[in-house]
């Protein structure tokens, strides 16, 4: 990530506050802290699960110098109404891609993803959006009393469906980096969401299977959430 020297070469110092997202990896908040400034977390839009502007908003102070943004799973930051937040309080913003994140099989990810889109139904897929590359196609499994996110992928997982939690929780629940705060959105997005693998070497027969696992627990889901 390129966050470290754009935030040094910027002035970003020591006392200094940059807005970083609260869920997601703690690469972002660690880089603010090696400079000697303090990140400060915002809550993610529900759907997105990058910054939410608004609450970008919330949290800017006379001490803050720059937002951080991260796309998120392959869906895009609003990139747009964060720099106009920006704007309006003189902040630098940065937007990232994750570590890691994947050039190639975009489009075959993206075929793969509308193919899970248009059949699964025990759980809440990714809302569609223009751009999103699909870097990990995730799912939210409501708990509501009926199985939880943990007991739906343990029970996904004995069906032979290798998902995974792609956030075990809030940047600033982590060691080093813990703070007296609850982001909703950010807890939420922790407790429910799964990765469902999509990636080039999926068969069709494979992709059949998971929405079969899928679509069969979930029927103990509650239909109104």
């Known amino acids: 990530m390129r966050t470290v020297g754009t935030l040094k070469s910027a002035g970003v110092r020591a006392g200094d506050e940059v807005v970083v997202p609260a869920y997601g990896n703690a690469e972002v908040a660690r880089a603010v802290l090696e400079l000697g400034a303090v990140p400060v977390f915002a809550d993610v839009d529900g759907d997105s699960y990058c910054l939410d502007p608004a609450a970008v908003a919330d949290v800017v102070t006379g001490r803050t110098v720059a937002v951080v943004a991260i796309n998120r799973f392959g869906r895009q930051a609003d990139a747009g109404w964060i720099r106009e937040v920006g704007q309006r309080h003189g902040l630098l913003v940065l937007v990232d891609d994750e570590p890691g994140a994947r050039a190639d099989g975009v489009e075959l990810r993206r075929v793969q993803a509308s193919y ?106 509650q239909p109104a959430f």
């Not at 004995?158 to 959105?185: E, I, S, T």
């Open 116 to 221: 899970l889109d248009g059949r699964l139904r025990g759980v809440w897929t990714p809302t569609p959006a223009a751009g999103h590359t699909y870097e990990q196609y995730v799912v939210r499994v409501p708990g509501n009393g009926r199985p939880d996110r943990d007991a739906f992928a343990r029970a996904l997982r004995a069906k032979g469906v290798g998902c995974k939690v792609p956030v075990l929780a809030p940047v600033y629940r982590m060691p080093g980096l813990r703070r007296d705060v609850f982001l909703p959105q950010t807890e939420r997005a922790v407790d429910e969401t799964l990765a469902l693998p999509v990636h080039p070497g999926m068969t069709r027969r494979e992709l059949h299977k998971m929405v079969s696992a899928c679509n069969a627990l979930g029927g103990l889901l």
